[in-house]
Structures are given as C-alpha cells and as structure tokens.
C-alpha cells in the first residue's frame, strides 16, 4: 500500500497507527482522507486541515409543510416499513415514491423526513436530483456535495464516481442518518447514493416507478381522495372560508383532478382574492381549453410541472402524448391507441407503456376482454390537448381523428354482426372510413362474447358519436351509434342509448341518407320503449315505418312493426299488439333476417299466452328457442325460455315453470343481463307462490325489487308489487297490500299499461274482499273495464269476482 502526498509525487509510508476505520486521519497540518476502491490500494489524499462538520450537525431537509393534510394510510404504512427495517443488521431501508408531476412526493417524502428525525439522531441528507429537468444532477457532483457538508474540502475529493461512492459509505459507517434524494431520473442515478450501512435509511423519489432499486419498498402515490382534497382546500383558505361553499370546494377539487399541486395553486389563487367566491374560481375551471392556464399562481404552475415531463419525451413520444388527446374516453385500449398513431397495436402499446413511465399516462388494468387499459389523468389530458392545439398540424389531426373513429366502427360493426348473425340490413351505401386495426383479431378481442366488449367499450363510442358529430362526419356519426341498440337493449343502458341516437336521427337526415335516418329511427324508439316513454317510442316507430314504405324496405318495415308491437304490447292493447307483431312476422321472413324471426316468435308467443291462446304459444316459443339455440344467442334463448316458463305456468305445471326460470338466470348470469334476470325472479316468485312457497317467493321478489332500483325501472317494480301484494294477501297483511298496490297502480297508470293495471286492479278488490271493504266493487269494476280494453280473457275472472262482491 502506498501514500502520494498531493501534489508532491513522493510515496510516503503509511503510518499504521494514524489510520483509523472512519478514513479520516490526524496528521499534523494537514488533514489525511483515505479512499478506499475494490481492487485498488487505500490511496491517501492530503490536503490543508480544516474543521469537519459532525454528522449530528447536518441536517439538509427542507422545511416542512405547515398545512399539510391527508395521506395518512401513504404515512402509516411508510414508517411501518422504516420500523420494520430499523432492526436489520443487513439491509438499509429504503423507500421509493414515485407518481406523476404535481401528485406531493415531494411533500409527503420531507414529512416522512421530519417524521424520522428522531429515528436518525445523526442527521438528513437532502438532494434534488433533477431528474425530469434537461441538466439532471450527475450523481458524482452530488457526492461531492454530500462530502463537502461532511467537511472534506474540495481538493481532497476523488475524482472518480466510484471512489467518492466509497468515500461516502465511509461518512455514514456506523452512523444514523437519513438520506432523502428527491426528484430521481433513474436507477442509475440514484445507486451511487446508497448507504451502505444499515443504520441509515433512504427516500427517493421518483416520477417513473424505480421498480429495480435494490431492496426498495415501492409506494406509487395516486391524487387525494375527494374528502382529503376539501381538507387541504380548508388547511389552507381556512375553515369557515370551505364551510361557506362546500359543493364548489368539491367541484374545484373535481376540476383540479384532486391533484395536490392543482389544489394548492388553486387555494392560493383564492387566498390572493379573498373577494372571490369558491364559486367564482369554479366557474372558470369548467372550461377544459383554458384550465390549465387558470392554474397558476406565483412561482407555482401546473403547465411547468407537467412540461418538464414532457419535454424529457423522445419527440415520437411527444407526438404520441399530444394525439392520445384526441380520444375523450376516460379509458381506452390500445387498439384505440394504435388507431390514433397510424401503427401496429404492439407498437402503440410500447408507446402507451413508456408515457406510463413517465407518469404522463395512467395503466388502468385489464378489461374483460384481456385488454390492457389506460387513462388520461384529467389535466394531463387538457395539457396533451394544449399541446395538440399548439404543435400539431390541422390535416394531421383530421386523418388521425378519423383512423380512430373508423377503428370503433369497425370493430362495433363486427361486434353486432357476431352477436346476431343471421340478421340482415339493407345495403348501406357507407360514405364513413373504416380503419382496419393492423394485426388485431377482431374476433378474438370478442371473446368471450361481444356483450363483454361492448360493455368495456360503450363509453368510448358514445364518446366517439359526440366527436363524430361535433366535427360534422354525419354518416359516421349515425353509423357509429347504430351498433350500440343491441347491447344497450340488452343491458338497459338507456342514457348512453338515447343520447347517441338522438344525435343520429339528426347526423342520418343531414347526411341525407333515409335508410340510416330508418334504422335510427328504429333504434331511438326502442330505447324510449325501454326508459318508460311509450308516446315517443309510437312517434319513432311511425316515421321508421313511413321511411321504409317509401323505400319498399321489407327490413325496414318489420323493425318497425315490430317495435311498434312491442310498445303496444307493453301498454296492454293484445289486439293491436297481436296485428302488428304478425306482420313484423311476415316481413321478417320475406327479408329473410332470420334473427328478426326469431326474436318475432317469442314476442307472438307472449301476445297469445296473455290472449290463454296456449297451443299456438307454446309452438312459437319452442320454435325461437330451437333458432336462439342454433344461433348461440344467449339473450333471445333465454327471452324464449321465459316464455315457455310462463306457458307452464299457466297451464298449472308450476314446477316446471321453475326449473325454466332457473335455467334463464343462470344464463343471465354467464352474460351479466341484470334486468332480465330481474324480471326471471317476479315470474320464479309467481311459480313459488302457486307452490306454496311463500318464503322463497317473498326472496325473489326482494332481489327483483333491489336489482329494479338500481335500474330505475318503474314499470316493472308495479308488476313485481303486484306479486309481493298477492303474497301479503294469503298471509293476512291486507293493508300492507293494499298500499303496496295503490303505489303499483299510479305506476302503471302513468306508463299507459293498461293490462298489469287491470292486474293490479283485481288484486286489489281480493285484497278489499278479504277485508270487508266495499271498495272492492270499485276496484272490480276498473280491473273488468281495463280486460275488455286490452282483450284479455282475464275478465272472466273479474267477472267472476265481481258476483262475490
């Protein structure tokens, strides 16, 4: 081993008896300072003697936040991890935070900091790395820093990375102090920087997750709740300033996405004008395009935190960031992605992947088709949409607007064709592009079923109709809303449904294309049927009808009829309903839309079971069942096997009336059809009564009734009261049915329903029989008059209740 004097060239022997563990060494004037490095000799720098600082006398960290709020879980389980880490002999705790620009990782790690003073008797170590600025620290002039505070004057500090490391390691030998390195770009930069001695401990922090940092508890913070964010809003404006307009301290902490930087410019900018109302400043953050410019105050801006992340983007990146703004979803798959940036699924999923590193983009898990999801935080969103506006030409956002609305109308249209097959359209001379997806399985992505993508994706095409017609693509606007009537039908989404096909019926006329405004038409007036609007639902029906007599379209004319059937139906006129549901019938057939057919038998077979016509039900019921069957259409098979439950009902075979409701809710089950199976539970509880097994009826009901509410569903709330009533009646709680059925009959008397009103009627008068109430010739006599009006044979059984009044 040897010594070289600096600047001298000499060896000089070292003196064993002067070189101590620490590696600093007494030597007269001079101030000796030992570098070990792996594989080399202890080199000894000399340099003029000068004070060094204690570690007890270091303490770096900045001051802490007076109005620091929330994060308690985040805190909690962070100095569990440091007590739990404190008793290892091996290992130094260290923790890395990492989340996107403006989330408080910084906050939250100097409070930890502050927190574990004690812990860490000898002092705190602070750096900001600047690891999303383009001069990010090089991690051999902060250890440079580092050994200056420890007293090593700058002539005795290595020149090598590695040997200051090591020089470093050696300061912290045997002490305990904390090492809090803020703002890291990588792995890379921060290693160099770790203690090497298990007293101490470390923070980083991070806007990429630095999942391989040796030893690292990962804790990814995420915005503040809602209840926290008001909290912060109040530790800062105060607390009677937040009482005094609540619902806009919750809008403002909605506008500002919860974002802890967000709303801290947001509470100063109020402090700054204690004259605002919070309702003032939520007025201007409702408008996306100038947001971000509203949310600056000072030194502090939303835009700069969020752009020093973005400039440190290779520019494909960039580019990908700024066009990702097109897409209004609050998530999307990267099949949407790869639409929007002319490339390959794998590519964009690459691209998508790496803006998640960056903290510019959020993974939001896998959907149900196996997909992965990602999603826009709402103001890194304006911010992509700021820099679109800013950098990207209008051509190249028309073309790229429309590859991605094309890829939702191709996949949507081959959606609806996969889910019935066997149904038909006329020619449709589509003037909207369809964007093939590059090396995208339609079909797989499909799997299990289409319902399961059509769930997933149903807020990403209603955004995309808005777009559509927004941007006045009138065609594509009204062919991308058609293929959501199926599912929407299914699943009772009848927001989502009215919404875009209101939009439609208007984009179809403009486009001057009646075929499509038909279709439209069509669609429109069974999402009215569904949402309890029969009157809007006829008047759809009437011009669907119309367009179609004007085009000679057989297939045009049966959707019609038979959503004119269904409605009439629903409003208990059999008669009526019975006409036009056999000439949807024939016109199906001469369409040959075999799903049309199908779907006809079921709805006739209904229409004759309430006309007690059981023969000719049943055989149309088994027949739809035969055809859902062959088509694997799990939603008609189960429509059918209602039917051919209630036959067995009626024909007194309530056992397997039962067991064909059983099979239906396991099949809504496998498909996630709530309503139906709601409405499978009324008619179980029907069968169970007929058994005598009120109990089990009384349980169905409840589940029917939970499931009705959720849905808002009115309508069939009275019918499943109606049955609750009749039970309440066999067990003696007479005036419990009868409120029950006074509510079922206003109810139903506002859908114009006019046969389950008749229903309820009559049940109603058994209730007032039972009671000794003379009423119960008024309510015989509604239900008889509401039988004759519908057509139903159920009057006779009115009848013959009203001679025992």
């Given at each position: 081993m040897t010594e070289t004097p600096e600047g001298t060239g000499e060896p000089v022997p070292p003196s064993p008896s002067t070189v101590s563990g620490s590696g600093l060494v007494a030597g007269g004037?001079?101030?000796?300072?030992?570098?070990y490095v792996a594989?080399?000799?202890?080199?000894?720098?000399?340099?003029?003697?000068q004070p060094v600082a204690a570690p007890s006398g270091i303490h770096m960290l900045p001051a802490h936040v007076i109005d620091f709020a929330g994060r308690d879980d985040d805190i909690r389980q962070a100095l569990s991890w440091f007590e739990a880490g404190s008793g290892s002999r091996q290992a130094v705790p260290v923790l890395a935070i990492a989340g996107k620009a403006g989330v408080g990782k910084t906050t939250l790690a100097v409070h930890l900091g502050h927190e574990l003073a004690d812990r860490y008797p000898d002092g705190q170590l602070y750096v900001n790395l600047r690891g999303v600025e383009a001069e990010r620290l090089d991690p051999a002039e902060v250890l440079s820093g580092f050994l200056r505070a420890f007293g090593v004057a700058g002539a005795a500090i290595p020149q090598e990375l590695e040997e200051r490391a090591s020089l470093y390691r050696q300061f912290l030998y045997d002490r305990r102090m904390l090492v809090l390195l803020d703002n890291a770009a990588s792995e890379a930069q921060v290693r160099p920087l770790l203690p090497g001695s298990p007293g101490c401990a470390v923070i980083v922090t991070s806007r990429p997750l630095l999942t391989a940092l040796p030893g690292a508890r990962l804790l990814t913070l995420d915005v503040m709740p809602p209840a926290q964010s008001i909290d912060l809003l109040a530790k800062i404006l105060g607390e009677s300033r937040v009482a005094g307009g609540e619902s806009a301290a919750a809008e403002i902490a909605e506008l500002c996405g919860h974002l802890p930087l967000a709303l801290r410019i947001a509470a100063a900018r109020l402090a700054a004008r204690p004259r605002w109302p919070l309702t003032h400043l939520a007025t201007r953050l409702r408008d996306e395009g100038t947001r971000i410019a509203e949310l600056r105050a000072g030194d502090l801006e939303v835009r700069a935190a969020f752009a020093l992340s973005y400039e440190g983007l290779a520019e494909a990146d960039r580019q990908a960031f700024r066009r990702l703004g097109l897409i209004r979803a609050s998530d999307f798959a990267a099949w949407v992605a790869a639409a929007v940036l002319d490339t390959d699924v794998p590519t964009a999923e690459e691209a998508l992947e790496r803006l998640v590193d960056a903290q510019l983009l959020e993974s939001d898990g896998f959907d149900a088709t196996g997909q992965p999801r990602y999603r826009f935080h709402d103001l890194l969103r304006s911010f992509a949409r700021e820099r679109m506006r800013a950098e990207e030409e209008p051509a190249e956002l028309g073309a790229a607007s429309g590859r991605f609305l094309g890829a939702y109308l191709a996949l949507s249209k081959r959606g609806l064709y996969l889910l019935a097959p066997n149904s038909k359209r006329d020619p449709l001379a589509s003037r909207a592009t369809q964007w093939p997806p590059p090396g995208l399985d339609i079909d797989e992505l499909m799997r299990p079923t289409p319902f399961s993508w059509f769930l997933v994706?149903?807020?990403?095409?209603?955004?995309?109709?808005?777009?559509?017609?927004?941007?006045?693509?009138?065609?594509?606007?009204?062919?991308l809303a058609d293929p959501l009537h199926f599912h929407c039908r299914v699943f009772a989404l009848w927001k989502p449904w009215t919404t875009t096909h209101e939009l439609a019926v208007e984009a179809a006329r403009r486009a001057d294309n009646p075929r499509g405004e038909a279709f439209i038409l069509r669609n429109l007036g069974n999402a009215y049927r569904d949402a309890g609007l029969p009157a809007k639902a006829v008047a759809c029906y009437e011009a669907s009808l119309d367009l179609g007599r004007r085009l000679d379209s057989r297939l045009i004319q049966a959707a019609a009829l038979n959503g004119a059937g269904e409605v009439t139906l629903d409003r208990g006129r059999l008669v009526t309903a019975r006409s036009y549901l056999e000439q949807a019938q024939a016109a199906w057939t001469d369409a040959e839309d075999w799903t049309g057919v199908a779907y006809g038998h079921t709805h006739l077979a209904v229409v004759y079971a309430d006309q007690r016509l059981l023969d000719q039900a049943e055989e149309h019921a088994a027949e739809s069942l035969r055809m859902q069957t062959q088509f694997r259409d799990r939603s008609g098979e189960a429509y059918a096997r209602m039917t051919l439950g209630r036959i067995a009902r009626l024909r007194d075979r309530p056992a397997d009336a039962v067991a064909a409701y059983e099979r239906c809710l396991e099949i809504y089950a496998e498909i996630g059809e709530r309503?139906?199976?709601?409405?499978?539970?009324?008619?179980?509880?029907?069968a169970h009564r007929d058994q005598g097994r009120h109990e089990e009826a009384a349980r169905r009901l409840d589940e029917a009734i939970t499931t009705y509410l959720d849905f808002g569903g009115g309508r069939r709330r009275a019918i499943a009261f109606t049955v609750l009533a009749a039970l309440d009646r066999d067990e003696g709680r007479l005036q419990a049915a009868a409120e029950r059925l006074a509510e079922a009959i206003a109810v139903l008397r506002g859908a114009d329903d006019i046969?389950?009103?008749?229903r309820a009627q009559l049940e109603l008068a058994r209730v007032r029989h039972a009671a000794g109430d003379a009423g119960a010739q008024e309510a015989v006599a509604a239900a008889i008059s509401g039988f004759e009006q519908a057509g139903s044979p159920e009057v006779?059984?009115?009848?013959?209740?009203?001679?025992?009044v």
């Open positions: 004037d001079v101030r000796l300072v030992g570098t594989g080399r000799d202890l080199i000894i720098h000399q340099h003029p003697q994706e149903t807020q990403g095409i209603v955004a995309a109709v808005t777009q559509a017609y927004e941007a006045g693509l009138w065609d594509m606007t009204w062919e309503l139906g199976a709601a409405d499978a539970r009324v008619s179980m509880a029907q046969l389950n009103e008749a006779d059984e009115a009848r013959a209740l009203a001679e025992r």
